[in-house]
């Protein structure tokens, strides 16, 4: 066995020659002092479509605050008219899609001079809107009123816009650091214990609608239910370790307890857009009309997403639930259309029967990342070049894609190093020949190859990962 041990890592250090001119990851790029951002490698992570869509996304998107003299505030445009077009008040950001303008900023940072500006201001146009619930959460709708921009429909919170500006806020404090005029660590920190206090219940630890539903009584029909869209389970064991608060743990396993019910029951991975408990204590579809309309208890506009977001835990941390749902949704689709794109329709009941007649951007982006979790690289292909194709459709859409596209480009960051274990680069708890294979991988940039600890590898303490760091951990491991 040692034998052989040896013989696979002599194979891997003499292939390990072969790589020195591999890209590397912006995020594993280190900070200078005085939270500049060092020059990445010519040869970039993210693909040259993916750079071009975000430039048109953030030329089409990105708007700022023109009411505010001060510091400048940025959002995203998700309205349908400006107040100049309607001539009346009209609604022109969510909180949804503020928190998807804040991730893909820090995300792009290292092929935008102007991300961190930009970012900045996001910081403070959310600051300009508390929910007068949570009080570090964001209202949920802002609108124009031809004198400033305004909380519109009520000043509560959504629960996904309030997750991803505290994710957004940790990896602007991996990538710019905290000791500026802003310090996100502690930001995301309120954020974070907001969360936890108003938009997740306590008794069956699943994410509540929103803050809004905080003190329902337990007798209101909002009091059990949830959202399926919400489930972004990457995100809970990072702010379990931010926080030292291990009730996120309790809502990642009883979230994915949710998810994997609903892929065994209809074998279609098809999540409901509203989930809610039953007399008997079992989670089931929404009835019709629930909240949103008549579609709440099908796989509709929201729930688009979550092959999305839980693909996205499938494919960082391997969570073996995650793929199993990536596996199901992706082989529905795949048979389901017969492998065409243009045949995913924009909506179905959970047991798999379409209930539109049309396609839409953000119900195909998500697939891609499903695709690449159940390592079908044909589907995947096809879909992610039909994405591409698509171009302009509209915000929701086209952020959908813009965050699905950097993912699969590899270009995902999870701010949290949780390794103590030198050379633990996959954050397993142990340093072995898998390691090896993990960082080989992705100094070659295989196609979906993640590091959930890259520190852990630069054994060469320099703050990047080359080559050598890869020869060195393969000295410490014949060594181990």
Known sequence: MKKALTTILSTLLSSALTVNAAPVPAYAVPLNPGNTVQAVEETSVLSAETIEYYKEWKSVYLKKNKYESGPAQYYVFYGEQTYEQAHTE??????????????????????????????????????????????????????????????????DSATDGDLDIAYALLLADKLWGSSGDINYRHAAELVINDIMEYDVSHEDYILRLGDWAYDVDENDKYYTATRASDFIMQYFPVFAEVTGDERWMNLYDNTYSIIEQFTDQYKTGLLPDFI????????????????????????????????????????????????????????????ETGGNPERIMAGYTPAGKAVSDWDDLCFTAPLMLAARSAVDTEWHDTIREEVIDIGTDSYFGNSIAMLCLITDDGGWISPIVSSAVKGDVNGDGEFNIADVVTLQ????????????????????????????????????????
């Open 276 to 335: 809610i408990k039953d007399k008997k204590g079992q989670w089931i579809p929404a009835p019709a009309n629930f909240l949103e309309d008549e579609n709440d208890g099908n796989y509709y506009y929201n729930s688009c997403r979550t092959p999305w977001r839980i693909s996205t835990d499938a494919l960082v941390t391997n969570n073996a639930v995650a793929r199993k749902y990536a596996e199901t949704v992706n082989a529905f689709f795949r048979k």
């Open 441 to 480: 991988k992705w100094l070659l940039a295989s196609p979906g190859s993640v590091l959930a600890d890259w520190k852990a590898a630069d054994f060469c303490e320099d703050g990047k990962l080359n080559v050598f760091d890869l020869c060195l951990m393969k000295r410490a491991l014949f060594s181990k």
């Open 90 to 155: 009209v609604p022109v950001t969510v909180s949804e899609a503020h928190g998807y303008g804040m991730l893909i900023t820090a995300l792009m940072s290292s092929y935008d001079k102007d991300a961190k500006e930009i970012f900045d201001g996001m910081y403070r146009f959310y600051l300009a809107h508390p929910s007068s619930i949570g009080p570090y959460l964001m209202a949920w709708q802002q609108s124009d009123n031809g004198k400033a921009l305004v909380d519109s429909n009520g000043s």
